[in-house]
């Protein structure tokens, strides 16, 4: 007799869209972090400086090459494992959230909605900043660090455990939550626009017949425009986020730890414009176009290709066991 399952041919359940989407952007991660560490790099040098400050890099490439020549892989993988973990979970929120918000509203799970779609996209993106504020910012601080050519405040960690019972030691919980105003800032801006972009572009290839739906050039297209959105709506709060976690600090009058350089991400964003103009908001935004496109592609296009693997899988079991 056949066991009990689900329908052939039905859409993948919530805990199954967020595994898929967990072992894509894990993959798309390792991939995209040598160009956030130089981004990450980037948006640091010359901080709060009118001139610029001293140069240690040039540009994306050159901090690439120095890392490489100075730290080797370490360097270029600094932050990979907090990253993997962060990035895992951020884009699994996505489905469950947007199926949910098409059912609240009457309307088919499997519908893309771009109303429901960008309000997904940025609850997930915040929900995400949320639980993975420890590891944006561990993250943050690893990228940043350099023995060899180091810009801004300096944190050396041994590894992404011993980040985070150091800054626990000295800070406690709070110190854990450092940012978090400047992190769902910054992930909600860009979780808004990545999936809702991505889903638009494809249904208008795949509408106006200009590819089929599974063709491999549909998901680079579509995950191409997605990213370059992305970059453009997140990169002035990436660049406060950044500079959020990685400032020095001091005890207050209170007895708390306070920020020597910046309040609140406005406050971060105001500085920076005051002080750096346009440019100094957009610090770093080749090498975040670097991370951000093969990440995007690669996190999508890997998405679509693992749950239709998947559900081809699952479906030949169920043939199997009928």
Same mark, same amino acid.
């Given at each position: =007799?056949?066991?009990?399952?689900p329908?052939?041919?039905?859409p993948v359940?919530? &805990? !199954?869209?967020?595994?898929?989407?967990?072992?894509a952007?894990?993959? *798309?991660?390792t991939v995209?972090?040598?160009?956030? #560490?130089?981004k990450t790099?980037?948006?640091?040098? +010359?901080?709060l400086?009118? !001139?610029g400050?001293?140069?240690?890099y040039?540009?994306? @490439?050159d901090?690439l090459?120095?890392t490489?020549?100075? !730290?080797?892989?370490?360097?270029i993988?600094?932050?990979l494992?907090?990253?993997?973990?962060?990035?895992?979970?951020r884009?699994? $929120?996505?489905?469950?959230?947007r199926?949910?918000?098409?059912?609240f509203?009457?309307?088919?799970?499997d519908?893309?909605?771009?109303?429901?779609s #960008?309000?997904? %996209?940025?609850?997930?993106?915040?929900?995400?900043?949320?639980l993975?504020?420890?590891?944006?910012?561990?993250?943050?601080?690893m990228?940043?660090?350099?023995?060899?050519?180091?810009?801004?405040?300096?944190?050396?960690?041994?590894?992404?455990?011993?980040a985070?019972?150091?800054i626990?030691r000295? !800070?406690g919980?709070?110190?854990?939550?450092?940012?978090?105003?400047?992190?769902?800032?910054? &992930?909600?801006?860009g979780?808004?626009?990545?999936?809702?972009?991505?889903? $638009?572009?494809?249904?208008?290839? #795949?509408?106006n017949?200009?590819?089929? *739906?599974?063709?491999?050039w549909?998901f $680079?297209?579509?995950?191409t425009f997605? %990213?370059?959105? #992305?970059?453009?709506? =997140?990169q002035?709060?990436d &660049?406060a986020?950044?500079?959020?976690?990685?400032?020095?600090?001091?005890? %207050?009058?209170?007895?708390r730890?306070?920020g020597?350089?910046?309040?609140?991400?406005i406050?971060?964003?105001?500085?920076?414009?005051?002080?750096? +103009?346009?440019? +100094?908001?957009?610090?770093?935004?080749? *090498?975040?176009? =670097?991370? @951000?496109?093969?990440?995007?592609?690669? &996190?999508?296009?890997?998405?679509? @290709? @693992?749950?239709?693997?998947?559900? *081809?899988a699952?479906?030949?079991?169920?043939e199997?066991d009928?």
């Amino acid at each position: =007799m056949a066991i009990s399952s689900p329908k052939k041919g039905r859409p993948v359940s919530t &805990t !199954e869209g967020f595994i898929c989407g967990g072992i894509a952007a894990c993959l *798309a991660v390792t991939v995209s972090n040598p160009a956030e #560490v130089a981004k990450t790099r980037l948006q640091l040098q +010359g901080e709060l400086s009118k !001139e610029g400050g001293k140069k240690v890099y040039n540009n994306a @490439i050159d901090v690439l090459a120095k890392t490489w020549k100075n !730290e080797g892989i370490r360097g270029i993988q600094r932050g990979l494992p907090p990253a993997i973990l962060l990035n895992g979970s951020r884009l699994g $929120f996505y489905e469950p959230f947007r199926r949910n918000l098409n059912k609240f509203f009457g309307r088919p799970a499997d519908e893309q909605i771009p109303v429901t779609s #960008v309000i997904a %996209g940025a609850t997930s993106g915040a929900v995400g900043a949320s639980l993975g504020n420890p590891l944006f910012l561990i993250k943050a601080r690893m990228q940043a660090y350099s023995p060899s050519l180091p810009v801004g405040a300096q944190h050396n960690y041994k590894s992404a455990f011993d980040a985070l019972a150091t800054i626990f030691r000295a !800070e406690g919980p709070r110190g854990l939550v450092r940012g978090i105003d400047a992190a769902i800032l910054r &992930t909600s801006m860009g979780s808004s626009v990545q999936l809702p972009s991505y889903n $638009f572009t494809k249904a208008q290839i #795949v509408k106006n017949n200009i590819l089929p *739906a599974d063709s491999p050039w549909t998901f $680079f297209l579509s995950s191409t425009f997605s %990213g370059a959105c #992305v970059c453009l709506a =997140m990169q002035p709060a990436d &660049t406060a986020l950044t500079r959020m976690y990685n400032q020095p600090t001091v005890i %207050g009058p209170d007895g708390r730890l306070r920020g020597t350089l910046y309040r609140n991400p406005i406050d971060c964003l105001w500085k920076t414009f005051k002080i750096e +103009g346009v440019r +100094g908001l957009y610090k770093g935004s080749t *090498a975040h176009f =670097m991370r @951000i496109a093969p990440h995007t592609i690669i &996190t999508l296009t890997a998405n679509d @290709i @693992i749950v239709n693997l998947y559900k *081809a899988a699952r479906d030949r079991d169920l043939e199997d066991d009928s």
